[in-house]
């Protein structure tokens, strides 16, 4: 085509650059638009791989790789300082950036983005949200000419294995938890994933390209899914749904309701049918109503094709940036009222079932149902009431009351109803 | 932005057509960008609106039209003829052409594609395939990194309206297409959809933006769902699937094999809970594996979202046209063997089964069940056989000679086994 052709650095070798480095050698069709010049990693010697071109400079030291100038900086070191940092030094100097980094941009996007359209450059991350699927630029292109009014999703391929597999097995989230690290489907530190902190950051970025509003990272508490034992899958099935860690925002007139954590799914749902560590996230519009998009949520070689796919998308895009897609502060508001499923492990003795009930009324809650499957130990008696949509509020102060009682033999759990 | 506004024109103010307009007027903040000039439409009189711009001209003679040399031409006369000739006008003065043409595109789609490259001109059909599903935009750009190797989807909202109501009430096809004409699901003639001609485009089309390869349009012969009956989701029942018309193409190395047409699925698939008009449509790649795409295949506003985005997509793209995005001529090959379930219904009397798999034996296909629910008169019969993955071509020998056969009440029905 007569371009010229553009120099591309990569910071980091882990797992997805690596698979990166592999689709771009491997593409021949790409080599007269991209040449791999820089492969940057702190224990460069140990990481050289033979199936890279000779021409490619390994190094350590990244005002090496800055010094060559390149035109795209790809960012999958996966921490957050160095590579602000990094991505800064890029965006000043008008080289495009790509990167998967959720934690960064979800604190940092809004400022990084303006430094991008000041600088004429490009800041891409459709790697950051749902692995492979192509849901950055599904909202942000393919859904344009719609108003996307929520999201919902499971971001977190993770906690959708833990779940799943639970779901499937019976068996316990410990259990789980210790094969899916020996898989490689959690890191021995699965914190950030079982605590939701991973799918916040996630919500944080499909929020800023669905509403142009960047959420307060802070005022979005997700609910782990820690809690959530063998037995509740029982009780779900019995009220047709299972359990899955869901990602929601929608935009209200006053602000956006969020909620991240585990919650009950009708098992007739696509999220019921997402198994393993996909990933699955639904828009609802205001003129196409829903979109799904299913895929591999995590893994080398599918983050490697948002990856790639960002960087061919460079050779299209002109650096139109419209001022719309600067995104402002948005502002969380309560949620809607919501049924909820309350599971209690108690003591059994007479007048629990009466206090538990009576503090749910008290604060406006209307019980649906109260049930108990056969079967255990009267020192360990799990049993579950549904209640009917209420304001989250009451329920908290409800369910407050109700720990401070004295025949708890675990704590409460408290999950949503997704309807 | 200081850009110049680009005029935009619309030919057709039918369904799709009327949402476009409704959307491009209601969203204030694409004003600065675009604005629609002339709505065209053969008896345009009665189509006037009172909530379009005044500005707005309404007229029936394209040449008006030409004469005010839009930026954009969006085609939406939903025929053939004259809006190949439009679009090629268009394209031939380098006016960026938006379009949900799909007969017209799976036939002409190089030579337009062509000519769109040579006189530097957009040419986008986002509206095309899916309704509302960013599905050409999701292939081309979204998994633009990733090797796709296969494309299997339900394409088409009518047939999937047909089978999935015809699954859950056990009601006749004729029953339900009636009602689908009722409620606006099916053309008062719906042969492009149930006989499969409407979906072969959609696959031509995906098949295109998928391996740049144009498939021969005469050679995929589509299999019509009129042959089957209520009798056929029992059986599938009773095998753990149900029937979905299904889209598919992949890529061998000496072609492209296809499919289009009634088929069993599990149960337990994306494809088994897609339900009503709604599209759903599996990619797999080489690096991303699967990725689904589901959401309203049809509908005014669905479609309209589909046609907008593409225009807000002109903001963003340059005039690059890679070389490998015009197709070249596709071949189709056979398609690897498959398991089938072939239906039959009988004037009864002994020796038929023997006869029917003695046939089948013969053509070297291995019979892997023969059933029959209870129930039924003895000169209307019904049973089922599977046969394990075979050659489609010793099958096709197998059931014409089966045919031939003189205990026939019915024609008998072949559906592949998907798995």
Known sequence: MGERIRSVVLLGFGTVGSCVARILTERSDLSEYFRLTHIFNRNFEGKRVDWASKSIVWTGKIDAVFASKPDVVIELVGEVN????????????????????KALLA?????????????????????????????????????AGDTIIGVVGILNGTCNYVLSRMAATGESMDLVLNEAKKLGFAESDPTADVDGHDAVAKLVLLAGVSFNHHLPLAHIVPRSIRGVADIDFKYAQELGHTIRQLSWVQRQEDGFCTFVGPALVPLTSAFASNDGANNLITTIGTHGGRNNFQGAGAGGYPTAVAVVSDLIALLGNSQHVPEE?????????????????????????????????????????????????????????????????????????????????????KTPLVLPIWS
């Open 82 to 101: 160095s590579a602000g940092t990094w991505i800064r030094r890029a965006l000043l100097l008008g080289i495009d950036v790509i990167t998967a980094n």
């Open 325 to 409: 897609a600067l995104w402002n502060p948005g502002h969380i508001t309560p949620s809607p009222p919501r049924k909820h499923y309350l599971r209690f492990v108690v003591k059994d003795r007479p007048g629990i079932v009466a206090a538990i009930t009576s503090a749910l009324s008290a604060e406006g809650t209307n019980i649906n149902a109260v049930f108990q499957l056969p079967g255990y130990p009267k020192d360990q008696l799990p049993f579950v009431v549904t209640v009917e949509a209420c304001e989250e509020s009451a329920l908290k102060r409800a369910v407050e009351e109700i720990g401070t009682m004295d025949f708890h033999a």
């Open 107 to 143: 604190s940092k996007a809004p400022e990084l983005l303006c430094l991008a359209a000041k600088h004429n450059a490009q800041l891409s991350f459709e790697a950051a949200v749902g692995g492979g699927i192509p849901i950055i630029r599904g909202i942000r292109e393919g859904l």
